[in-house]
């Protein structure tokens, strides 16, 4: 998640997709002279050769195939990008059943290859990706249609955000869903989803009305409040435990430019913003409209770290009054409120190959200054510590604090409910990331590791001091979480049981939970212990 807020803020950034919200090699997967002719002969890779046997050859890219780069470098991150035995790559829900039948055949007897799946590639955390297996690439799976009649917009796992609004908008509607047009679909719903709209819709996933799902055993299903009720409430935050989602039918709304206007302050405010930041967080449901980023980035060539305050209102109000205390506070810089659409606020890009972006997920604390400011005073330990170990010039950092009204789980218990469990507590949260990104190449895997290790170290610090004033949440938001964390452990255990009951009772064999090992999966959550790497 820090990282997505990188692309907000990192220069040297480069384009990831092109008007259409495609990615390259989507754009080229059509063309003849990319589609890669495979025989029958065999490729050395029993998995490989099971999808050509499945006359699946015309979806099958091996490292010859001239695509086969370029999907590599699908994955948003550039130390997330693995090269499998081969991709496949689906267009249609049809081909995911054979897809899955043929791997699930393949995978019987020994061997120790595995299957990813992956929509938008966004993932920092390895879930979406592999080495030792195939992967699965979603993207050709990317339209995105709207249905006046049933006022259902649908929406293409494998689709950008990006696409997805342009789209919508040409229908005068718009969906919950990513701040960055270049993150995909599929893995942020089944997260749950923030979004700007948040404080008022809650998450993404609530605002499903519809999956469709193909399940382990290679049937197509759908989850709705009337027909596989279960599932598609623990689809709702539940990640990758149950199927591979191919559509979402999502609940829209009329299409309204939003607008943002963003603030640079000096550090020596720093106990002033931080009050704005309680305060913004604890409004009432008249201020739903609004959303408020919070970003402290060290900046090398300055030797300083500055606070970068993002002022978002979703119903195109360029003064609203939830920011006035804000605009109180001396900036250093600011970029005044600019009204624009959804699609051209989440024209977003991607890292450079010569970055590397280093954290250990997110911690929720209370809405409450105290614990904020030990956040912050922690955060400067970090940058010393980095400081101190790797050249300066090679790294910045970046911490965000996002609002959590407890509001949004009023609306999601309205929608139906979600796994995320936010209702149990009826108090105001904040979720705080820190990270740090290595620029140039000029650092070593070491230089990783240790930069890891600080960020954890750091958290678990946070984590002990929040529970002493009662000030911790026990709450990990999955969609931002590293793999080291514990986010479906952090749902509760009434949520915890209905996960695993359910990704039981649609994938019996455990196809998901064994032959895709990516992501958070339901079985590594120990039975009526609460997660300890969560606030």
């Not at 994955?75 to 995911?96: G, I, M, N, Q, Y």
């Not at 912050?376 to 910045?396: C, L, R, T």
């Amino acid at each position: 998640m820090l990282f997505t807020i990188a692309t907000i803020l990192i220069p040297k950034l480069i384009k990831f997709y092109d008007r259409a919200g495609l990615t390259l090699y989507a754009a080229l997967a059509f063309s003849s002279v990319t589609a890669q002719e495979v025989n029958n002969a065999e490729t050395g890779y029993p998995p490989c050769d099971a999808l050509i046997q499945a006359n699946l050859s015309h979806l099958v890219h091996l490292a010859d195939s001239p695509l086969y780069p370029t999907l590599v470098n699908g994955s948003w991150a550039p130390d997330t990008r693995k090269s499998p035995f081969c991709f496949v790559l689906p267009t249609t829900t049809k081909e995911v059943p054979q897809t899955i039948i043929a791997l699930r055949d393949a995978g019987r007897g020994a061997g120790d290859w595995h299957i990813a799946v992956r929509s938008g590639g966004h993932a920092t955390d390895h879930s979406n990706n592999i080495d030792t297996g195939v992967a699965i690439d979603l993207t050709q799976i990317n339209a995105t249609t709207y249905n006046r009649e049933t006022n259902i917009a649908s929406v293409g796992t494998g689709a950008r955000w990006g696409a997805v609004y342009a789209d919508l908008l040409e229908h005068d509607v718009s969906v919950m869903g990513g701040r960055e047009g270049v993150v995909g679909v599929g893995g942020l719903v089944l997260g749950g989803g923030v979004s700007w709209y948040t404080p008022k819709r809650a998450f993404a996933c609530d605002s499903v009305v519809n999956y469709e799902v193909v399940l382990g055993n290679g049937s197509i299903v759908n989850a709705n409040p009337h027909s596989n009720r279960d599932l598609w409430k623990a689809l709702k935050g539940g990640g990758a435990n149950f199927g591979i989602v191919t559509r979402f039918d999502m609940e829209p709304f009329p299409a309204q430019n939003i607008t943002k206007a963003t603030t640079v302050i000096s550090m020596e405010h720093l106990d002033e913003v931080l009050d704005a930041v309680v305060g913004f967080t604890s409004l009432d449901q008249s201020f739903e409209d609004n959303y408020l980023l919070t970003v402290f980035n060290y900046d090398q060539a300055s030797d300083s770290t500055a606070i970068t305050l993002t002022e978002v209102n979703t119903a195109n109000d360029l003064n609203s009054s939830a920011f006035h205390s804000l605009r109180k506070i001396p900036t250093l810089r600011r970029i005044p409120a600019k009204s624009m659409s959804l699609a051209e606020s989440s024209d977003g890009s991607s890292l450079s190959d010569e970055m590397r972006t280093v954290g250990a997920g997110p911690v929720t604390v209370a809405n409450d200054h105290r614990i904020l400011r030990f956040i912050v005073d922690q955060y400067n330990g970090f940058v010393k510590n980095i400081k101190e170990k790797v050249n300066p010039a090679n790294f910045s950092t970046i911490f965000d604090l996002q609002p959590m009204p407890f509001r949004v789980a009023d609306y999601s218990v309205s929608k139906g409910g979600n796994m995320l469990g936010l209702e149990r507590n009826n108090h105001d949260r904040v979720i705080a990331a820190v990270g740090a990104i290595l620029f140039g190449g000029q650092y070593s895997d070491h230089d990783v590791a240790l930069i890891y290790q600080l960020s954890a170290a750091m958290n678990d610090r946070i984590i002990a001091h929040a529970k002493s004033p009662g000030l911790s949440e026990d709450w990990v938001y999955l969609a931002y979480s590293d793999a080291q964390q514990d986010p479906l452990g952090s749902y509760g255990q009434t949520n915890v049981n209905h996960i695993r009951q359910v990704a039981h009772k649609y994938d019996p064999k455990g196809f998901f939970q064994k032959r895709v090992p990516g992501g958070f999966k339901i079985d590594r959550v120990e039975t009526g212990k609460k997660s300890n790497n969560s606030l």
